[in-house]
């Protein structure tokens, strides 16, 4: 069926808005002043039992701001990289450091060595704030990278004396969780708080279109690059998911879980920025792997919203412990990253009682792009709808705009969430076929669909991006980490989908002639370069690869051989 304009727009929940002003708030220094104001004395955020408010939030960022400014010398614009998990050191530094009017290069901080080096080179970060846990993994790299500051911090750095001593102690020393390092140089983060409270702040004078955000990606495009995330592209993005989730929010009386890393920049978006907007109490997740810790904590906070992505959900709702738990505040959940299973979501709504609100968004948009309205009865397969003030078409591999419902074609958005470009890549333009953009469009790499009512369905992946529980892996990086082998002559990575994960990397290898290599010894060496999630789970050793007759590797055809 032929359509015309935005088809979405008649399904929004009547309390939905079209558009957001993308510009109520100066920069997100404007909207953390407004915040810390408005809800003072409410707690802000929750971890290893210890509740920091948003009063003092404001205190601890500001004497971390100072310090930055002061002891540092850092300016405007300057880079800041923080690798750590969900910690409250985290928002400190975080706010912090957009009260410096800095920019924010998030780090996994499961990163290798040879990742870190790659980031913070290609970033030209000067400064670091690292968990001493993975400190040996800057050592090994410093030298090679344009880091001047390390700033080091511990566990239970804002635990108090008593708790944070013994936690920093179990870690250490009974959990042995902190490999050796030298850091020789490095500023101890409590050193850092205690001097910044007796120095001045100078609030910067920030714009919209001051870069706020060096967030990693595998890009669109393949390789790996920075995002460039203004103050007004994660500002509109926060605006736009509280117009289709507001109508079920309470301000300043939500209580979310926040499992996924904020170093993601779904959980940065929606956990850390949205609901610090409408003053939540954030419950910080600092390892949700440890399921029964995980679910222990859960069941003391009577949480109203959680986020997650599919592998996380999944594993939850075949807990036990998990099921028994209290869920008749639970209002709303969120699911991103990756697809959410029908199974999956369909069990959770009979858990729970709440539904799983798929969303679907990409780094460079600052991620989100589509959201599942609230008022939806259960799973229905697809992305959702556009968020507000979002255009969202189609194209033909012509680049020719699709005009029929139910017929494939690459998504491509624009909105004021979509990024400016990709670090140190500004020249790219429309002609250049590295470049993000089309027409004014940013390319999602993704085939979809649109019905009658403006649902989106992604039915395939125009790239060769593998996605890891809402990790994006390209082929490239494992292909070459895996050709460093001495025995390897030609390898291909593909994505295997797989029920618990989204996907999971296979990697098929030719060999070299006359040499001998086993699946053990080639992941073993894949593991010393790469993250775990990374790492190829399935090997398989070929006598050759299939190629198009210029000598290109068939990457589709080994993934459709695979599925």
């Not at 797989?498 to 699946?519: M, R, W, Y």
Request: aromatic content about 8%; overall charge negative; some cysteine.
């Amino acid at each position: 069926m032929p359509f015309t304009g935005k088809p979405w727009l008649n399904r929004y929940p009547a309390d939905v808005p079209a558009e957001i002003d993308a510009d109520k708030f100066s920069s997100l220094m404007h909207m953390f002043e407004q915040g810390v104001k408005d809800f003072a004395n409410a707690p802000a955020y929750t971890n290893f039992g210890k509740t920091l408010s948003y009063q003092e939030l404001d205190t601890l960022s500001r004497d971390f701001a100072a310090y930055l400014q002061n002891s540092l010398q850092l300016k405007v614009g300057d880079r800041i990289a923080l690798m750590m998990p969900n910690l409250l050191q985290y928002p400190v530094c975080l706010f912090g450091a957009l009260r410096a009017g800095l920019v924010v290069v998030n780090v996994n901080p499961l990163y290798t060595a040879r990742e870190l080096r790659h980031q913070l080179a290609d970033a030209q970060t000067d400064t670091i704030v690292i968990v001493d846990n993975f400190a040996h993994t800057l050592t090994e790299v410093l030298q090679d990278t344009p880091i001047k500051n390390v700033i080091l911090t511990r566990m239970g750095d804002h635990l108090g004396l008593v708790k944070g001593t013994v936690l920093n102690l179990v870690v250490k020393y009974i959990k042995k969780l902190i490999p050796a390092y030298a850091l020789p140089n490095a500023i101890h983060y409590q050193t850092l708080m205690r001097e910044g409270k007796n120095l001045s702040y100078t609030r910067p004078e920030l714009k919209g279109d001051s870069l706020a955000f060096l967030q990693y990606t595998g890009g669109t495009t393949g390789r790996s690059k920075g995002a460039m995330l203004s103050h007004r592209n994660m500002l509109a993005n926060v605006e736009q998911a509280l117009g289709v989730y507001q109508p079920v929010l309470s301000i300043g009386e939500e209580k979310v879980v926040t499992a996924l890393p904020l170093y993601h920049v779904f959980a940065l978006t929606v956990n850390g920025l949205l609901f610090f907007r409408i003053g939540a109490h954030n419950l910080l997740i600092t390892n949700p792997r440890d399921i029964p810790s995980f679910v222990r904590e859960l069941k003391g906070f009577d949480f109203s919203c959680i986020t997650g992505v599919n592998t996380l959900f999944n594993v939850l709702i075949n807990n036990d412990e998990f099921q028994k738990l209290d869920f008749g505040s639970l209002k709303l959940t969120i699911g991103g990253g990756m697809a959410v299973q029908r199974v999956v979501a369909e069990r959770w709504q009979s858990i729970t009682g709440s539904r799983l609100l798929e969303g679907y968004g990409l780094t460079e948009c600052s991620p989100l792009v589509t959201v599942c309205p609230y008022d939806m009865e259960g799973y229905n397969g697809s992305i959702g709808l556009p968020v507000c003030s979002t255009d969202v078409r189609l194209v033909d591999d012509n680049d020719q705009v699709i005009t029929l419902t139910h017929t494939p074609g690459e998504m491509e958005v624009k909105g004021p969430q979509v990024m400016s470009g990709y670090w140190l890549a500004e020249a790219l333009d429309a002609n250049n076929p590295d470049s993000p953009f089309h027409e004014g469009w940013v390319r999602t790499g993704d085939i979809a669909t649109m019905d009658e009512q403006g649902f989106f369905t992604i039915v395939d992946r125009k790239k060769d991006m593998i996605l890891v529980s809402g990790f994006n892996v390209f082929p490239n990086e494992i292909e070459q980490v895996a050709m460093q082998h001495p025995s390897v002559l030609e390898a291909a990575a593909v994505g295997v989908p797989q029920a618990d994960h989204g996907e999971i990397v296979k990697l098929v290898v030719v060999l070299k002639p006359g040499t001998q290599l086993d699946e053990k010894a080639l992941i073993a060496h894949c593991r010393e370069y790469l993250t775990a999630y990374k790492v190829p789970k399935v090997i398989e050793f070929r006598d050759e690869l299939p190629k198009t007759n210029v000598g290109k590797i068939l990457r589709r055809e080994l993934r459709d051989e695979a599925s």
